[in-house]
């Protein structure tokens, strides 16, 4: 197959967690063959190891705007999975996929990652709530702020598609667990961790004790990262097959969540395992102090609500395989592993 007859597909974030996930997915993907893969790294010393995997490394960053503007121009499918907050490397991406556009005539699609943060409440751990949001009520999920985390990015992505020069999909992962076991982290080049319960694991240990936020009653769904990759892809061959297979734009909203956990249940687990591992003093986690908040997880994020349901996601054929069930048991490898490298 020549290279013009490939699917081009430009990735951001493939050193990170869900973008080196993602990237692993689609190298084992049955129709691998078919690509064309341009991957963005900020590390120049990961290029030859990226190289390696047959994808096509280039230096940069979220920062260098012409860059992801020039490489989306060339892309039939884009995935951005660096900083969903990042307003201007949005536009630049959506910039190239309209040159694209202008310059053939084709729709190319853009896979945009997003978060269900983007339904946080301010409830600091001191309540749940009954407000659940299905990734197929629209009308409900354009009720929110755009003030809220995520949502002035997504709210331009849903734009763009109305303006018909792209397709996109937003993917909203929810709290992602477990350690990620693909190619890229055996070769150094993926971050292995999440962001959440890692950030509540560190601060416990730094502090020598479980925390919790608030009352630590507060709702969140969650999804484990194999699991969120295969979302992707699920989009992705949708997205392929045409403009009819799966939702996009304003009716293009995909939560990543097959499960909910109470936050401060995850607190409590890990003041028992740390108590065991004679790290904690208690076995009962303590409430983080206002300075704590800050300094550890940068203010009450962790005790807001975000309830979700995955309709839509399912609806197109995502089949998550890892229950609530598997979000327990992650919590023991993920604090042994956190605990030996702060020990190094």
């Given at each position: 197959?020549?290279?013009?007859?490939?699917?081009?597909?430009?990735?951001?974030?493939?050193?990170?967690?869900?973008?080196?996930?993602?990237?692993?997915?689609?190298?084992?993907?049955?129709?691998?063959?078919?690509?064309?893969?341009?991957?963005?790294?900020?590390?120049?010393?990961?290029?030859?190891?990226?190289?390696?995997?047959?994808?096509?490394?280039?230096?940069?960053?979220?920062?260098?705007?012409?860059?992801?503007?020039?490489?989306?121009?060339?892309?039939?499918?884009?995935?951005?999975?660096?900083?969903?907050?990042?307003?201007?490397?949005?536009?630049?991406?959506?910039?190239?996929?309209?040159?694209?556009?202008?310059e053939t005539g084709k729709v190319p699609i853009l896979i945009h990652t997003s978060g269900t943060g983007v339904?946080?409440?301010?409830?600091?751990?001191?309540?749940?709530?009954?407000?659940?949001?299905?990734?197929?009520?629209?009308?409900?999920?354009?009720?929110?702020?755009?003030?809220?985390?995520?949502?002035?990015?997504?709210?331009?992505?849903?734009?763009?598609?109305?303006?018909?020069?792209?397709?996109?999909?937003?993917?909203?992962?929810?709290?992602?667990?477990?350690?990620?076991?693909?190619?890229?982290?055996?070769?150094?080049?993926?971050?292995?961790?999440?962001?959440?319960?890692?950030?509540?694991?560190?601060?416990?240990?730094?502090?020598?004790?479980?925390?919790?936020?608030?009352?630590?009653?507060?709702?969140?769904?969650?999804?484990?990262?194999?699991?969120?990759?295969?979302?992707?892809?699920?989009?992705?061959?949708?997205?392929?097959?045409?403009?009819?297979?799966?939702?996009?734009?304003?009716?293009?909203?995909?939560?990543?969540?097959?499960?909910?956990?109470?936050?401060?249940?995850?607190?409590?687990?890990?003041?028992?395992?740390?108590?065991?591992?004679?790290?904690?003093?208690?076995?009962?986690?303590?409430?983080?102090?206002?300075?704590?908040?800050?300094?550890?997880?940068?203010?009450?994020?962790?005790?807001?609500?975000?309830?979700?349901?995955?309709?839509?996601?399912?609806?197109?054929?995502?089949?998550?395989?890892?229950?609530?069930?598997?979000?327990?048991?992650?919590?023991?490898?993920?604090?042994?592993?956190?605990?030996?490298?702060?020990?190094?």
């Amino acid at each position: 197959m020549s290279t013009s007859e490939k699917t081009h597909i430009f990735i951001t974030g493939v050193t990170g967690y869900i973008g080196g996930s993602v990237l692993s997915a689609l190298l084992s993907h049955p129709k691998a063959k078919s690509f064309q893969i341009t991957v963005l790294t900020r590390s120049p010393e990961k290029v030859v190891s990226l190289n390696s995997l047959g994808v096509v490394a280039v230096i940069g960053s979220n920062q260098d705007l012409d860059k992801l503007t020039e490489y989306a121009r060339n892309s039939d499918v884009v995935f951005a999975c660096a900083d969903s907050d990042d307003l201007q490397a949005a536009k630049a991406i959506l910039l190239g996929l309209k040159r694209r556009h202008d310059e053939t005539g084709k729709v190319p699609i853009l896979i945009h990652t997003s978060g269900t943060g983007v339904l946080a409440d301010n409830a600091a751990g001191n309540y749940a709530t009954d407000k659940v949001y299905s990734d197929l009520d629209i009308p409900l999920i354009e009720t929110l702020s755009n003030t809220q985390p995520h949502r002035e990015v997504d709210i331009e992505v849903v734009a763009a598609d109305e303006k018909g020069y792209v397709r996109t999909y937003i993917v909203l992962p929810s709290t992602i667990y477990g350690i990620a076991n693909t190619s890229l982290v055996k070769l150094g080049i993926q971050n292995p961790y999440s962001i959440q319960i890692p950030s509540l694991i560190k601060a416990s240990i730094d502090r020598k004790q479980g925390g919790v936020v608030g009352k630590g009653l507060n709702l969140w769904p969650n999804v484990h990262i194999n699991d969120i990759a295969s979302l992707y892809i699920t989009i992705f061959d949708a997205a392929i097959r045409g403009p009819g297979e799966a939702g996009h734009g304003r009716e293009g909203f995909y939560f990543g969540e097959n499960g909910e956990h109470r936050v401060g249940r995850i607190s409590e687990v890990i003041a028992e395992l740390l108590f065991e591992a004679k790290i904690g003093k208690s076995p009962e986690p303590t409430v983080f102090t206002e300075d704590e908040l800050q300094k550890y997880l940068g203010g009450t994020g962790l005790g807001s609500n975000s309830r979700a349901r995955a309709d839509r996601s399912k609806l197109i054929g995502w089949k998550p395989v890892h229950s609530v069930d598997s979000l327990w048991a992650s919590l023991k490898p993920e604090i042994e592993a956190i605990a030996e490298m702060r020990n190094k």
